[in-house]
Structure formats: C-alpha cells, structure tokens
C-alpha cells in the first residue's frame, strides 16, 4: 500500500536553513503537501506542489520534488524559533484516490 | 463557519464506555475526513466522506468505531467500549471536493484529545 516516510528529529540554530525530507512509495500520487502542526494546535497547510513540477518557491519556503526517486523536501530560510514544530509530508491521488497519506512528522527544534 | 469545529476539545473516559466526537467542517465543503494521531505517531486516516458518496471507512480500526454524516454537514465518530490504546487526538478534516482544483486543500480541525482511563 502507499506509504510515507520521513525522519522523526530536525535540530538547527537560528538563521540556519532546515531542510525536512520525505520519501512516498505510490509513484501516481498527483499531490504532495507539507503540513505544520504547533504543540496544542491542528494541522495547518504550508505549502503544496503538483507532480508536474519539481520546484516551488514561497517566500522563506522552498519545495523540491523528484519525482524519479520519489523524494520530496521542503527547505525553510533563515529558521526562526517560531518555526519550531512538526512538518508532515502527504501525499493523494494516487492508488489511494482521495484518501491523503501523511508521514509522521519531523519534529524541528529550532536552537536560539 | 470560518473553521472546521470539533467537540469536545478534551474527553476523559473510563474503560468500556462509548463516546461521541463531533465534527462541523466548513461551510460547502463536500469532502470531511478523520485521522487519528497517537502520542509520537503519524496521522492515522479512519474514514473519508464525499458528498453522497459511500463512506471510505477502510482505515476503522476495529467495528467498535463507526462515523456517520448527517445532511452532508456535520460528522459524529463514535468508539464503543472504549480500550485504553483508544486514547489519541481524534482530527477532522474537511475539504472543498474529492478531486480536482488546486490541490484541493484539506483544512483540519484543532482536534479531540480523547484519554481512556
């Protein structure tokens, strides 16, 4: 079944780039997604990038897609301490039609 | 409304009890799902709902839990006889459609803690 992957753990000081990396096992997915979840809150959509492309950029958040190895990365400018949280890669449309599949989560600590 | 709506926010229950999640996803948005979130896990899908559609409830843990929505709106995920690895933050989800649109964005809820003591 489809399956998504990515590293629990991210630690980085301040002003330094994170890059959060997922990997996807359904190669007909049409939609990946990186979400954001702050401790106590919801789950609130950064960004998303169609399989079409490879690069989308969006001020401080740039997303990186190969398609080929089926690996997809978000990379964060200039991280903040308010940046710290967990970033869940998704993906749907693929085998699993509507349902969105998402990773566990990469849990950024952002050191002042 | 401006936001998906859950209730309640927090739930302590005792073992073998049921309880009742409510979801009010936001005004015409057709699709409504629920995920469930484990302590330190990933988002476990549970059941997908699309217009009057049949409910995509290949994610159900077990037939003690069950969901239903009523008049394309609002959603209730019950869990009968609760069990203590119950205990997790229950999300709702909604959005516009199944498919189509730019990237047809899910938007989440703040979630249900639910504990089973």
């Known amino acids: 079944g489809e399956d998504v992957e990515q590293s629990l753990f991210l630690s980085v000081r301040e002003g330094d780039s994170s890059v959060i990396n997922c990997t996807y096992t359904?190669?007909?997915?049409?939609?990946l997604y990186w979400y954001k979840q702050e401790p106590g809150a919801g789950l609130q959509l950064l960004t998303y990038?169609?399989?079409?492309?490879d690069m989308k950029q969006d001020q401080r958040l740039t997303v990186l897609l190969n398609k080929k190895d089926k690996h997809l990365s978000l990379r964060i400018a200039d991280t903040q301490t308010g940046d710290s949280a967990i970033y869940f890669c998704?993906?749907?449309?693929?085998?699993?039609?509507?349902?969105?599949?998402f990773g566990a989560g990469t849990r950024l600590f952002v050191k002042a | 409304g401006a936001g998906v709506s859950q209730s309640p926010s927090n739930k302590v229950t005792e073992k073998g009890k049921d309880v009742e999640l409510r979801c009010d996803p936001i005004?015409?948005?057709?699709?409504l799902y629920w995920y469930r979130q484990s302590l330190g896990q990933g988002l476990e899908f549970l059941i997908y709902?699309?217009?009057?559609?049949?409910?995509?409830k290949s994610g159900l843990p077990s037939d003690r839990f069950s969901a239903e929505r009523t008049g394309g709106s609002v959603s209730t995920l019950t869990i009968q006889r609760t069990q203590q690895e119950d205990s997790a933050v229950y999300l709702c989800?909604?959005?516009?459609?199944?498919?189509?649109?730019?990237?047809?964005?899910?938007?989440f809820g703040e979630g249900s803690w639910l504990t089973v003591v």
């Open positions: 359904d190669s007909s997915s049409t939609y």
């Open positions: 005004s015409g948005h057709t699709a």
């Open positions: 990038i169609f399989s079409n492309m």
């Open positions: 998704a993906e749907r449309g693929g085998t699993g039609g509507f349902k969105t599949i």
């Open positions: 709902f699309q217009g009057n559609s049949a409910p995509d």
């Open positions: 989800a909604s959005s516009l459609g199944g498919s189509g649109g730019a990237g047809n964005t899910i938007y």
